[in-house]
T-cell receptor, first 113, second 112 residues
Framework: DTAVSQTPKYLVTQMGNDKSIKCEQNLGHDTMYWYKQDSKKFLKIMFSYNNKELIINETVPNRFSPKSPDKAHLNLHINSLELGDSAVYFC????????????FGPGTRLTVT | KQEVTQIPAALSVPEGENLVLNCSFTDSAIYNLQWFRQDPGKGLTSLLLIQSSQREQTSGRLNASLDKSSGRSTLYIAASQPGDSATYLCAVPSGGYQKVTFGTGTKLQVIP
């Protein structure tokens, strides 16, 4: 039973393309997040959604657009991909009732060539 | 702005040794503190979550403590095993429960 799932696991694409990463959680959580882990393994929050509403946008370029069709899904669309977008992107979710303990997806490794 | 630092950045110990990982944060107005492990090429696995009102949490061989006033948390691993080899990360939400800042991580290697 996968708790937080992401697709695809790997994504290789060329500069200038547009791509999407999907995230789904079956935990009944009300908050979802996107993180970026760079080549130095540092994790940085990008977006946070609570009940389908954007709460946090940590100075992410507007080429990145999150979309939350419902509480169980938070997708990440990236326009005009750049070399610097190459990283591992993690989706996570949490619930107020469990003090916002976060559960992470397996990650999507994006490589821009 | 919250800054979270973990020391040491890397640690290598023989199997069976007890060890302590450190996490320091600059803004003590935290909602909770969560410890994770990350295996190479994998996602993050939650180990322990300490609420801001708690002093410590225990799970099996792991014990995490929290001292908000000094801006510190420690993760104690008893009787380390090679399977404990991974990168350990701490994370704190501050300025709102959703603004999460991760530490720089400690890469642990337990030698058989």
């Amino acid at each position: 039973d996968t708790a937080v799932s992401q697709t695809p696991k790997y994504l290789v694409t060329q500069m200038g393309n547009d791509k999407s990463i999907k995230c789904e959680q079956n935990l009944g959580h009300d908050t979802m997040y996107w993180y970026k882990q760079d080549s130095k393994k540092f994790l940085k929050i990008m977006f946070s959604y609570n009940n389908k509403e954007l709460i946090i946008n940590e100075t992410v370029p507007n080429r990145f657009s999150p979309k939350s069709p419902d509480k169980a899904h938070l997708n990440l669309h990236i326009n005009s991909l750049e070399l610097g977008d190459s990283a591992v992107y993690f989706c996570a979710s949490s619930l107020q009732g469990t003090f916002y303990e976060q559960y992470f997806g397996p990650g999507t490794r994006l490589t821009v060539t | 702005k919250q800054e979270v630092t973990q020391i040491p950045a890397a640690l290598s110990v023989p199997e069976g040794e007890n060890l302590v990982l450190n996490c320091s944060f600059t803004d003590s107005a935290i909602y909770n503190l969560q410890w994770f492990r990350q295996d190479p090429g994998k996602g993050l696995t939650s180990l322990l979550l300490i609420q801001s009102s708690q002093r410590e949490q225990t799970s099996g061989r792991l014990n995490a403590s929290l001292d908000k006033s000094s801006g510190r948390s420690t993760l104690y691993i008893a009787a380390s095993q090679p399977g404990d080899s991974a990168t350990y990360l701490c994370a704190v939400p501050s300025g709102g429960y959703q603004k999460v800042t991760f530490g720089t991580g400690t890469k642990l290697q337990v030698i058989p």
